[in-house]
């Protein structure tokens, strides 16, 4: 599944915009009010959750990147606060990207009725479940391997309770000893918004591309 489709959605809210989403819309909204479904609205009302729940956190990780982008732009100095909040986005953007890899992962399960519990949800049981789909394997191969460094960094701030770039910390110590970071911290956000953008393109095609 290609990353450089230039036809496929770059943010959830060309995703909504599309026919594909319309008719995942269409196929639910019937059975929404109904506190009884039939066994064919039950998979549309699960599908269109879960693919909801992908758009949603989507729409999280654009809102971060804006808010890097924003803060970027303002003139703030170069006090520690200001390295601690841009920390705190970038934090932020590895828990929900990972996030939205567990989030296909659910959707997959649904879509192809695998009956796996969500605890259960993972790359090889879901492979396992697939075996023999050549297409389907390949796919989730390239996802298992993409994801394995997002997922990585992500365990590295959960478990060790912060996010550890040396660039970072080498800005932190220079802001503490009063040196000029301005131009530094520019770049390196500049540079992290742009592979952030990149990510939330991949995982929009990966979602939606099966």
């Not at 654009?62 to 705190?88: A, F, P, T």
């Not at 997922?151 to 110590?173: F, Q």
Request: charge should be neutral.
């Amino acid at each position: 599944m290609s990353t450089d489709n230039n036809n496929a959605p770059k943010t959830a809210k060309e995703l909504e915009d599309t026919v594909l989403w319309r008719l995942i819309l269409k196929d639910y909204s019937p059975s929404v009010l109904k506190n009884e479904k039939s066994e064919e609205e039950q998979f549309y009302h699960h599908a269109f959750v879960k693919t909801y729940n992908i758009t949603e956190t989507i729409h999280t990780l654009h809102l971060i990147v804006e808010l890097l982008k924003r803060h970027c732009q303002k003139n703030n100095g170069c006090q520690s606060d200001e390295l601690r909040i841009i920390r705190y986005h970038i934090e932020n953007f590895y828990s929900r990207i990972t996030k939205v890899n567990d989030q296909i992962l659910l959707l997959i399960n649904e879509v192809f009725n695998l009956k796996l519990n969500d605890r259960s949800c993972k790359y090889d049981p879901i492979i396992k479940k697939l075996k023999g789909n050549e297409v389907i394997e390949d796919y989730l191969l390239q996802m298992k391997t993409a994801f394995e460094n997002i997922s990585d960094t992500r365990n590295k701030i959960t478990h060790r309770e912060k996010y550890v770039d040396l660039d970072l910390a080498n800005m932190g110590a220079m802001a503490l000893l009063n040196y000029s970071i301005n131009l530094d911290l520019k770049k390196f956000v500049d540079e992290k918004i742009v592979f952030f953008e990149k990510l939330i393109k991949m995982s929009l095609n990966w979602a939606f591309s099966y």
